[in-house]
């Protein structure tokens, strides 16, 4: 048996190339990561993922930046995180992206342009997250109250956004690891904003969104409130409008 010594420079540098592979797919699943993060996910030693991680910077995959907090800083610098950036998304799933910009932009030209033209690609977002939205929706109301994000979690994930729920002071944050418009949606922010209104619909509550792929983020953030502070079935569709209208809007 061959001691990892003896092994050929080509066997050596496949297995290199996979283990990369698996610390940028760990980085799309789960968001902006750390490297202790990712050395305990992928079972490996925090040196080896350093290094991992300064080839993928040095390839453009990915890049480091301060983890973003949500509410009270703690004492202590930021932790650094590695995130994906455009090119390192552009090697996940992403082909349709160009054909997607394309033809949102054939329909804002043949509505006129300006407001009607922005007006038709908000019609068409909200038309195609409807038909994606009825088995978000059976997912969630077959689940109990309290675990009715994660469940629309893993209804996103099966459509491609490595999706996660996860807890956050009075209330959840739906993640979304994975974008598979991403460029489009930088461009049209419709398409943010017709996602976030189906949650909140779906969720029957206001939800926020808090930060955006398509805006620079490592992963779509949406806060959902807690049962107690949630809306019941009488609350107005104007609240819920006036909540979805910041979706895919960055408000830091």
């Excluded at 690609?121 to 009715?148: G, H, I, M, T």
């Excluded at 974008?179 to 029957?204: K, M, N, W």
């Amino acid at each position: 048996m061959k001691n990892v010594g003896e092994a050929p420079q080509e066997e050596l540098a496949t297995g290199e190339r996979s283990t990369r592979n698996r610390v940028a797919r760990s980085i799309l699943d789960h968001g902006p990561s750390t490297v202790a993060d990712l050395a305990k996910r992928l079972g490996l030693t925090q040196a080896a993922v350093r290094r991992h991680l300064d080839a993928l910077v040095h390839d453009d995959v990915v890049a480091a930046r301060e983890q973003r907090v949500y509410g009270a800083r703690t004492r202590g610098r930021p932790a650094k995180v590695f995130a994906l950036t455009d090119c390192g998304r552009d090697a996940f799933e992403q082909s349709y992206d160009k054909l997607a910009v394309d033809a949102l932009s054939w329909i804002e030209r043949t509505a006129g342009g300006g407001p009607a033209g922005e007006a038709a690609v908000a019609a068409f977002a909200r038309a195609r997250l409807e038909a994606q939205a009825e088995a978000y929706r059976k997912a969630v109301e077959a689940a109990d109250p309290e675990e009715r994000t994660e469940a629309l979690a893993k209804a996103l994930t099966t459509d491609g956004y490595a999706a996660t729920a996860r807890n956050a002071p009075v209330g959840e944050q739906l993640c979304q690891h994975h974008c598979p418009v991403a460029h489009a949606a930088e461009r049209y922010p419709q398409l943010c904003e017709a996602e976030t209104e189906i949650f909140s619909r779906i969720l029957g509550t206001h939800v926020q969104r808090l930060a955006t792929i398509a805006h620079g983020d490592g992963v779509c953030t949406t806060f959902i409130p807690k049962a107690a502070h949630q809306a019941d079935d009488k609350t107005s569709k104007t609240d819920t409008s006036a909540s979805a209208s910041k979706a895919g809007r960055n408000p830091a």
